[in-house]
């Protein structure tokens, strides 16, 4: 079964400052671990896709304008107060199996190496239905 985890960012809820502001040790420490992540995963084989995502203010919202061309918009806004971090895309054989692994990310260090326990968004991906003949 494949599944996406989403990691979402609130300094609202956080109890820690934003990224901008670590060390540079904390920083390498928190990039060391997440690439450790990728390469635990990337081992077993059950690896599909994994990045880090830029900050919100890089972000666009993208619409159909009346005749099809992109309109495009900022966003998410400055009042958002949650965003996304990053994602993987994994295929485990249970729920069991990625609810483990979200919570192994969730420990991911922080300032001072204290884990963020940060939320991870667990959902599965929907397999293509079946067509009527």
Request: charge should be negative; glycine fraction near 10%; charged fraction near 20%.
């Amino acid at each position: 079964m494949k599944y996406m985890l989403l990691m979402q960012f609130s300094q609202e809820s956080a109890g820690f400052p934003p990224i901008t502001d670590w060390t540079k040790d904390e920083l390498q420490a928190h990039i060391a671990f997440m690439g450790g992540v990728e390469k635990r995963i990337s081992e077993t084989g059950r690896l599909i896709d994994a990045q880090g995502l830029d900050m919100p203010d890089k972000a666009r919202i993208v619409r159909a304008g009346s005749s099809g061309e992109p309109l495009v918009t900022d966003g998410p806004f400055s009042e958002t107060k949650e965003f996304l971090a990053g994602y993987w895309v994994v295929d485990l054989p249970s729920p069991e199996a990625v609810y483990e692994l979200a919570a192994y990310i969730s420990t991911a260090p922080g300032p001072g190496g204290r884990p963020l326990n940060m939320p991870i968004h667990v959902q599965p991906v929907l397999d293509a239905p079946d067509l009527p003949a």
